[in-house]
């Protein structure tokens, strides 16, 4: 039975109070096509058979003004509730003075990742869960403020992670990681071995044999070239009790700690080496909730929102993905790539490394079609052909015609609209709003005939349209 203190609620049914008062915790659902509940083997008896979030609204949190976000991942062996629970990381004292909306999702036992499941690479398919369903479902429902800086991923062991994985995947909308004990270096042998008897997973069941290229493409370590405009903050125990803080020696946490110090260690020197904003705080400690509590506090202190570079014009990008998003260019494999893929932009000049055929769109859904390896310029910013729709057609002389207006341009098989196109007739304009809308009021004076209507917009070869002025009695 969940505690009084959560408001559990579908998505779809979320009210929130008009004005808040103190930090509000409520429960939403996550409902995913890439993640099936049926299948998964949620981390403990009560957990219903469903993707379920726990977020956590900030004091004055009224629906208007926007708030900075922070996506807090649980560990191997618990759930999304773990970050709220008292005895675990007790997240309404943890985060008490964090004035952003903090959101803690479910991860089962997943790693965050699309499982390499012998090639078949899903089922269940975290990353893409992560990435296309339940950020754009946040940032749809609440008050986000928008840029990177606002944006941060942080969490413990499984959960350290995926904050630095899922970082490295999608680093136009993270500008900070925090990982705390976290499994960020695992193409080691012990890693390897000590999966299964920590996590209960077998490690080839998610990221292939460890040698192979989907081990690397999901290894934090290896990825930190994706990692260089964003802030990291890396903490880990050394696998010594603080007797302060856990009284008596815990065997199986010590041991895993300090493993994961000399995981986040390699980790370190390859980001310091990749010239990524670094913080590095070794403690005393072992693998256990009051070290973790600890170190969320300290990464709230050390500031997860600072300044953070927004759109940098040259930076690195490698992925096993069949399709994702590199620095607002969105990319699509005809095949999941059999490698590493690196896309490097420099300036105006976009190289990709690798094999396989791909396609790169911008947000304008310019783009092309390529097999890799290719250099060529940046998508344009503007494409397709203009298409006007009017209604009426035919004008009545000296008669004001409200013209009903609808501006697009064809890409492929899509019609998009077209924003501040400017439509003008004899001489009346007017710009089309942001769904390509416009209306325009125009009196053909003189003879019958033809009066052109002309279309312009910024990137795109203008057009124009036939209206036919006609006399009252015709135009009946």
């Known amino acids: 039975m969940l505690p009084k203190l959560l408001i559990a609620a579908a998505v779809s049914a979320l009210v929130l109070p008009a004005t808040a008062s103190a930090k509000t915790l409520t429960t939403i659902e996550t409902p995913s096509v890439n993640v099936d509940p049926s299948k998964v083997k949620f981390n403990g008896s009560d957990h219903p058979r469903r993707l379920l979030a726990n977020v956590l609204l900030p004091d004055g949190y009224d629906g208007k003004r926007r708030f900075p976000v922070l996506y807090l991942l649980h560990g191997a062996g618990d759930s999304y509730r773990s970050w709220m629970e008292p005895e675990r990381g007790d997240i309404l004292q943890t985060a008490k003075d964090l004035d952003a909306i903090v959101v803690m999702p479910e991860g089962d036992t997943g790693f965050y990742s699309n499982w390499w499941n012998g090639g078949r690479r899903g089922d269940p398919g975290w990353e893409r869960f992560y990435l296309d369903e339940l950020i754009p479902l946040v940032e749809g429902r609440y008050r986000v403020r928008p840029g990177r800086r606002w944006h941060a991923a942080a969490g413990l062991s499984m959960g350290g992670f995926g904050a630095t994985f899922l970082a490295s995947q999608l680093p136009s909308y993270f500008g900070s990681s925090a990982t705390f004990s976290g499994f960020i270096q695992h193409q080691r042998p012990q890693a390897v071995q000590g999966l299964r008897l920590v996590a209960g997973v077998a490690y080839e069941d998610i990221f292939g044999p460890v040698g192979e290229f989907y081990a690397t493409g999901h290894n934090p370590t290896r990825l930190v070239d994706n990692l260089r405009a964003t802030r990291l903050y890396v903490t880990v125990g050394n696998g010594v009790s603080d007797q302060d803080t856990e009284p008596g020696p815990i065997t199986a946490g010590a041991a895993a700690e300090a493993e994961l110090s000399e995981q986040?260690?390699?980790?370190?020197?390859?980001?310091?080496?990749?010239?990524?904003?670094?913080?590095?705080?070794?403690?005393?400690?072992?693998?256990?909730?009051?070290?973790?509590?600890?170190?969320?506090?300290?990464?709230?202190?050390?500031?997860?929102?600072?300044?953070?570079?927004?759109?940098?014009?040259?930076?690195?990008?490698g992925t096993v993905a069949q399709q994702g998003e590199a620095w607002g260019l969105r990319y699509s494999f005809a095949a999941p790539p059999s490698e590493v893929v690196t896309f490097t932009r420099a300036s105006e000049r976009l190289r990709g490394a690798g094999s396989g055929t791909v396609t790169v769109r911008n947000a304008a859904r310019c783009g092309f079609t390529v097999t890799l390896p290719f250099e060529r310029s940046l998508p344009a910013r503007t494409c397709g052909r203009l298409a006007v729709a009017v209604r009426p057609r035919r004008l009545r002389l000296g008669r004001v015609t409200k013209l009903r207006l609808r501006v697009t341009r064809r890409v492929g098989s899509e019609r998009l609209p077209v924003s501040r196109a400017r439509v003008s007739i004899g001489r009346?304009?007017?710009?089309?709003?942001?769904?390509?809308?416009?209306?325009?009021?125009?009196?053909?004076?003189?003879?019958?005939?033809?009066?052109?209507?002309?279309?312009?917009?910024?990137?795109?070869?203008?057009?124009?349209?036939?209206?036919?002025?006609?006399?009252?009695?015709?135009?009946?």
Request: no cysteine; glycine share 6%.
């Open 428 to 476: 009346r304009a007017v710009r089309t709003n942001p769904r390509g809308r416009a209306t325009l009021r125009y009196r053909p004076r003189g003879r019958p005939g033809v009066r052109r209507l002309r279309v312009r917009a910024a990137g795109l070869r203008p057009i124009a349209m036939r209206l036919r002025a006609v006399r009252l009695s015709r135009a009946r």
């Open 264 to 317: 986040a260690k390699e980790f370190v020197a390859a980001a310091r080496g990749a010239g990524v904003d670094t913080t590095y705080v070794p403690l005393n400690g072992v693998h256990s909730w009051p070290y973790w509590r600890r170190h969320l506090r300290d990464a709230i202190a050390w500031d997860l929102f600072r300044p953070v570079p927004e759109a940098p014009s040259s930076w690195t990008y």
